[in-house]
C-alpha cells in the first residue's frame, strides 16, 4: 500500500516487476557517499550549481538529505520511451557556523557590546541577556557559506528567457539581494521569488547584506505532523508510541503508515490502538491492515496501516512489542549504545482524482532501542583467570615430568665445600669494609 510504480509503465510491464524496500537506520556519512552521487550528474559537480556540494559543508550541515528518483517517461502511446532520473539535494545550515572558517572552526563567543537581547524579558538587565534570534535577515554569501562560488553553468539543452533559469531564491521583494556582473534577473509576480540566469563561463556570486524586513517569505504548513518515540522500561517489553496530527482546519487527511521493524523488535499485534482525545468509537480510523510477521535472523516485520485523520485532530498510534535475546556475536561493538530502528514511512493520499498526480512521503526520525545486553567484562576476566591457572598448573607439572631431580652429592665436580667457602669469604670481605668505612668517620 505504501509505494506505487511512478512513471509510464504498460499493464504486461506491471505484472512482471517486483518491489524490493531496504532500510538502513544507521551510517557514519563521509565524502564517499557524495562522489557516487556527484558522478552521475553531467558536469560531475564540476559547473552549475552542484559545484556547491562539498562533503565538509553538505554534513556539517544541521540536516541533510539525498534522493534519487528513476522512471520510465513514455512518449507516442508508449513507443518511444526513456528513463528519467532527477537527483536532490535538501541541506539545513546554519549561517553563523558555515561562516567560520575551515581552518579555524573553533566557535568563540560573541563579545558583550554585539549581543542583541531580548529586553522584553523580565529578568533582562545589565549583566543578563537573553539573545534574539537574528538569523532571518543576517548577512552571507555563497562564498562565505559554501566556501566557494557557482562555476558556471551546466545546461543539458540551451533555452533562452525564463526558462534557463538556474538558481532561484525565495526572499521578499524589499530584500537587497548583489550579484555578479553578466547576470539576468527574473522576479516573479508573487514578490517573494526571483530566479536568475547565470552566464556559461564566468563564476556567479550571491550576496546578501544585513537588513531589517518587515516580511517574510509565506511558507504553506505541511499537511501532516509526525512525532515517535519508544515508551516502556526494562529489558523485556517496550512500546511505540506515534502522535500523527493534522493541522488542517477542515479537511481529513489519509495516508498509510510503514512500520520496518527488525527481527529482534517483536511487535504484539493485539495491542495495537488509535485513538483519538475525546472520541471513544475510532473503528472509523483506521480502513486496511497489512502485517507480515518477522522470521528469527532472516527478515524483520512489516507493518502498514492505512487511517484517515479527521481536520484540526491528533491521533496517538501505540503498540506494544517484545526484545528479543540476541547471540554474544551479534552484538556490535558499541552494545550499550542500542540499535538504530528505521524511520517510519508515511505516504499521504492525494484527495484528487488526478491520476498522474505523484504521492508525497514524510519520514519520522529513526529510534534507539535499548537490548539485553550482557556484561563482556565476565568473559574476558574468565579468560585471564583461566589462562593464570592453566599456565601455573601446566608450568609446574611441566618441571616435574622433564626436569631430573638429583641429590648435590651425585652430582659430578659438585664440591659443597668450595662453593661454601667462597661464599664465607665473600661475607668476610663485605664484612672488612663496612668495619673499615666505621673506624674512618671515628677518626674524621
Known amino acids: ?153 551546466c545546461l543539458v539543452e540551451t533555452s533562452e528567457g525564463s526558462d534557463s533559469q538556474t538558481v532561484c531564491l525565495n526572499v521578499p521583494a524589499e530584500r537587497d539581494v548583489y550579484t555578479s556582473q553578466g547576470v539576468t534577473e527574473f522576479k516573479d509576480s508573487s514578490g517573494f521569488s526571483r530566479c536568475y540566469r547565470l552566464p556559461p563561463a564566468d563564476d556567479f556570486e550571491l550576496m546578501l547584506p544585513k537588513q531589517d524586513l518587515q516580511r517574510s517569505s509565506p511558507t504553506s504548513p505541511p499537511p501532516l505532523y509526525a512525532e515517535r518515540s519508544i515508551t516502556g522500561h526494562g529489558q523485556e517489553r517496550g512500546g511505540v508510541q506515534t502522535l500523527l496530527t493534522n493541522p488542517s482546519p477542515n479537511r481529513s487527511v489519509e495516508f498509510v503508515y510503514l512500520e520496518s521493524l527488525p527481527w529482534y523488535m517483536k511487535p504484539y499485534l493485539h495491542t495495537l490502538k488509535v485513538q483519538l482525545p475525546g472520541k471513544a468509537d475510532t473503528s472509523s480510523i483506521i480502513k486496511d491492515i497489512y502485517y507480515r510477521p518477522s522470521v528469527d535472523r532472516h527478515r524483520g516485520t512489516q507493518l502498514e496501516i492505512r487511517i484517515i485523520i479527521p481536520a484540526a485532530s491528533t491521533a496517538t498510534l501505540t503498540y506494544d512489542f517484545e526484545k528479543a535475546i540476541l547471540r554474544y556475536t551479534e552484538y556490535p561493538p558499541d552494545a550499550n549504545r542500542g540499535f538504530d530502528v528505521a524511520p517510519a514511512v508515511i505516504r499521504l493520499i492525494s484527495s484528487s482524482s488526478n491520476a498522474t498526480t505523484e504521492s508525497m512521503y514524510l519520514r519520522t526520525t529513526s529510534l534507539l532501542l535499548p537490548l539485553p545486553t550482557p556484561d563482556f567484562s565476565m568473559p574476558y576476566n574468565v579468560i585471564i583467570l583461566t589462562s593464570t591457572v592453566m599456565a601455573l598448573a601446566f608450568g609446574n607439572i611441566f618441571n616435574l615430568l622433564v626436569r631430573r631431580l638429583v641429590l648435590a652429592d651425585e652430582v659430578e665436580g659438585y664440591d659443597l665445600g668450595r662453593i661454601k667457602g667462597l661464599v664465607r669469604g665473600r661475607v668476610m670481605m663485605l664484612k672488612d669494609r663496612w668495619m673499615g668505612s666505621r673506624s674512618e668517620k671515628k677518626i674524621q
Request: hydrophobic residues 30%.
Open 1 to 153: 500500500m505504501t509505494f506505487e510504480p511512478v512513471g509510464d509503465h504498460s499493464d504486461a510491464s506491471l505484472s512482471n516487476l517486483h518491489l524490493l524496500h531496504g532500510t538502513l537506520p544507521h551510517e557514519v556519512v563521509c565524502t564517499e557517499n557524495l562522489t557516487p552521487f556527484l558522478k552521475l550528474l553531467p558536469c560531475k559537480g564540476k559547473a552549475g550549481i552542484s559545484s556547491l556540494l562539498d562533503g565538509h559543508k553538505l554534513f556539517d550541515a544541521s540536516w541533510q538529505s539525498m534522493a534519487i528518483d528513476v522512471r520510465p517517461v513514455c512518449a507516442n502511446g508508449g513507443s518511444q520511451c526513456i528513463v528519467e532520473m532527477e537527483q536532490t539535494v535538501d541541506m539545513v545550515l546554519d549561517i553563523e557556523r558555515s561562516k567560520r572558517p575551515r581552518d579555524n572552526p573553533i566557535p568563540r563567543p560573541v563579545p558583550r557590546e554585539e549581543l542583541i537581547c531580548d529586553t522584553s524579558k523580565d529578568y533582562s538587565s545589565d549583566d543578563t541577556c537573553y539573545p534574539l534570534d537574528v538569523s532571518y535577515g543576517q548577512s552571507w554569501s555563497l562564498s562565505e557559506v559554501f566556501g566557494r562560488p557557482i562555476k558556471g553553468t
